[in-house]
Structures are given as structure tokens and as C-alpha cells.
């Protein structure tokens, strides 16, 4: 699988062929490819199905006691962010194949509205413990959820054209804009004079 991703990387999906696999992994033939992956259609789902897997547990790691809403959010963003800048090679495969994979047989693409909800529903998830525990405003989960989640997606695109980017910055700033874009402003204490105070109900004499 680690060939796989390089040559994806390196060479682009067009260029990924078996042949081109093989001899980045060393095998005399493209046999065991093959053998293993019933055609490229496969074997790149595989790929997407591998990094993904990574990306969840690296991001669960980052979320487990965490011990509020604002804590996770942070946890999530950083988290995210820190996988990308470490996994450079595999995030560039990944956009190379959203970019041109297609299914021939059944027309699917690797990335699908089903995806993209799950992706979402854990940062929603994040979201609404917030608002039910008073460390969150007032606001519609699903549009923050996908600034936030499109904010990271775009990574690997923004890296093309900028690959010295210092990720870790980009991270606080993330997580400042989305801190202030979520949380609770405090409220404001009264102004206004008691009734029935005694300056209130003084009579002119």
C-alpha cells in the first residue's frame, strides 16, 4: 500500500498504473497486485480506506479526555492539521485520487455525499455539546461544522501552492477564528433601576 501512495503522489493517478506500482515496491510482476485488488478502482478505495482509518484514530487520540466542548473543538482542528503536516505524501495521493477517480462500472467517485455527512456529524456532534452545555452560542451547527471541516479539507490544495506553510500557525489561527466565532458571550448585567428602589419611588415634595 506504501508504493501505492507514493507513486500516486509522485507520478499523479493518470501515471498510477500496476506496472508503475510494482516497480516502486520492488515485485518482479504485477501478479500479486492483482491478485490482492481486482482492478485500480479497488485498489484506490483501498488507499482512501487506509489513510482515512489512520486519520480517525490519530483524530481520536487527540479527542479522548478532552474535558469540555471548546477542549475537543481545539483537540479536532489541531489534531487534524497535525496529521496533514505529518502525512504529507498520503494527503497528496488522496487529492490526487478525489481529483480523478471515477468508477467506470458503477460511475461512483472515492468521495461521496455519504462521506462528507460523516465527516461532518462528529464536529456537529462537538457542536451541539457545546451549545447544550452553555460553552457554545446560539447557531446552526451544520454551516459552522462545514466552515470549520472545509477550513482542513483544503490543506492539501493550499499546500501545492504553498508548501512551506507553517501548518502549526495555521492551526492557532484556526482555532482562534473558530473559538471566537463559537463561544458564549457573556451577558451583559442589568442597567436598569429597581422599581422599587428608593431613588425610584421618591415623590417631589
Do not use: C, W
Amino acid at each position: 500500500m506504501a508504493a501505492t501512495i507514493e507513486t500516486i503522489a509522485e507520478l499523479g493517478y493518470g501515471q498510477a498504473t500496476f506496472a508503475r506500482i510494482a516497480e516502486r515496491a520492488g515485485l518482479s510482476s504485477t501478479r500479486l497486485i492483482s491478485y490482492h485488488f481486482a482492478g485500480k478502482a479497488e485498489l484506490m478505495t483501498a488507499v482512501v480506506t487506509e489513510v482515512y482509518g489512520l486519520l480517525g484514530q490519530f483524530a481520536n487520540e487527540r479527542l479522548t479526555g478532552q474535558p469540555d466542548a471548546r477542549s475537543e473543538l481545539h483537540a479536532y482542528i489541531t489534531g487534524v492539521i497535525e496529521f496533514i503536516d505529518d502525512h504529507r505524501v498520503q494527503m497528496q495521493a488522496l487529492m490526487s485520487i478525489f481529483l480523478n477517480f471515477r468508477d467506470t462500472e458503477d460511475d461512483s467517485r472515492s468521495y461521496d455525499a455519504g462521506d462528507d455527512r460523516s465527516a461532518l456529524g462528529h464536529v456537529q456532534a462537538i457542536l451541539r455539546r457545546g451549545q447544550d452545555n452553555g460553552e457554545f452560542r446560539d447557531f446552526d451547527t451544520f454551516v459552522m461544522a462545514s466552515t470549520i471541516q472545509r477550513s482542513i479539507d483544503g490543506l492539501p490544495f493550499l499546500l501545492q501552492t504553498a508548501p512551506d506553510l507553517d501548518l502549526p500557525g495555521y492551526a492557532r489561527e484556526l482555532t482562534t477564528l473558530f473559538d471566537l466565532a463559537t463561544r458564549a458571550q457573556p451577558t451583559a448585567p442589568s442597567t436598569a433601576v429597581p422599581v422599587n428602589s428608593t431613588e425610584g419611588s421618591r415623590r417631589p415634595a
